[in-house]
Structure formats: C-alpha cells, structure tokens
C-alpha cells in the first residue's frame, strides 16, 4: 500500500491532489476486487491448486480481453459489451483513462484522441466509480459466505456428539493409586 501511494504521488503530474485520490481509489478499489476474487477462487478450489491455478488464469484472461485496452469494447458484440462491465480491471482502466484525460483538459478546439478511440466520455467515470464500489462489496459479501459454509463448525455437530458418547462409554475405568488420575473423566459437549 505504501509502494502504491508513492507511486501515485510521483504519477500524479498535475498541481494539486485532486488527481491522486482518484488514482488511489481506482488502483486500491480495482486491487481489492482481484483480492475478493481470488479469495473466492481459493475457498472453491480448496482441495485442488491445478484447478484453481488453471480457473484463475482463465479469468485473468477474460479480463484482460474486456479491459477495453487491447481490444476495443465497441468492437464487440453488445452481448460482450454488456458482460465487460463485470471485468474490474476495465473499470479500473476507464475510470484512470477518463480521470487523466476527461473533465476538459484539451482546449475547445482540441479533443483527446484516446477518448475518442476506446469511446469514453467524462460520465464513465462515475459509472466506473458505482460499478466498482458495487462489485467490491458483492466479491467481498459473496467470499464471506461462501466461506462460512464451507466452513461450517455446526455441520455434522450431532454425529460427533454421538461419536463422543458411544468412545465415553466405551471407557472403563482404570484402577490408578492416586484419586482422579482415572482415565474415566465424563466429558459433554453441549449444544
């Protein structure tokens, strides 16, 4: 986090902070999403890392090929146009694009000629901004609970409780010298 915000501190040309805090929030926003995805990835894939691994690459992939930076999402089909808006890394990359170069920095007379070429306008950025903040919360919202349930301490609660009862009775008690030193302890696990 520290190497990040020095970075954006030496990235961040124009005078004022103005610029920086939107740097950060979309690079940190944008990073957190990854981060949730991966958890999710991880808590699925627990039993097997090739499947993860080989699950994982493929999302990057996807991603990569949404961002809007290699291809171009207007030449998509608009189905594929629509499924972009779930790549967090497209909306990182439009929100930066349209921070840095949207809000009126060229003069009447002159356009940014990448705005016009990956089809953005100043308001994707407060799109970019919605979708994100949604999607972090819903990554992180749906990590937590698949991870509670796959977690789960009360599953199989009663069995075990009936495996404890049947190994307690199961036990004689030993014949020791000393007063309760007898292996014959009752234990209950309450429910």
């Known amino acids: 986090m520290v190497s990040m915000m020095s970075f954006i501190h030496i990235v961040d040309i124009y005078e004022g902070n103005t610029i920086y805090f939107g740097y950060l929030f979309f690079i940190t926003t944008g990073t957190l999403c990854a981060q949730s995805l991966g958890h999710i990835i991880g808590i699925i894939?627990?039993?097997?890392?090739?499947?993860?691994?080989?699950?994982?690459?493929?999302?990057?992939?996807?991603?990569l090929m949404f961002c809007n930076f290699l291809i171009?999402?207007?030449?998509f089909h608009y189905s594929l146009q629509w499924l972009s808006n779930l790549s967090t890394a497209k909306l990182s990359f439009t929100g930066l694009i349209v921070l840095f170069y949207g809000f009126?920095?060229?003069?009447e007379n002159e356009f940014s000629s990448i705005m016009y070429l990956l089809d953005l306008e100043d308001n994707h950025f407060y799109i970019?901004?919605?979708?994100?903040?949604?999607?972090?919360?819903?990554?992180?919202?749906?990590?937590?609970?698949?991870?509670?349930?796959?977690?789960?301490?009360?599953?199989g609660r009663k069995k075990a409780e009936e495996l404890h009862e049947l190994?307690?009775?199961?036990?004689?008690?030993?014949?020791?010298?000393?007063?309760?030193?007898?292996?014959?302890?009752?234990?209950?696990?309450?429910?």
């Open 45 to 63: 894939f627990r039993q097997s890392a090739k499947m993860s691994v080989l699950f994982s690459s493929g999302i990057y992939i996807l991603f």
């Open 72 to 75: 171009p999402i207007k030449e």
């Open 104 to 107: 009126d920095r060229c003069s």
């Open 128 to 155: 970019s901004v919605r979708l994100l903040i949604i999607q972090f919360i819903l990554l992180r919202s749906f990590a937590l609970t698949i991870l509670l349930i796959k977690s789960n301490p009360f599953s």
């Open 167 to 191: 190994a307690v009775n199961s036990l004689k008690p030993a014949k020791a010298l000393i007063s309760g030193l007898s292996s014959h302890f009752e234990f209950k696990i309450k429910v």
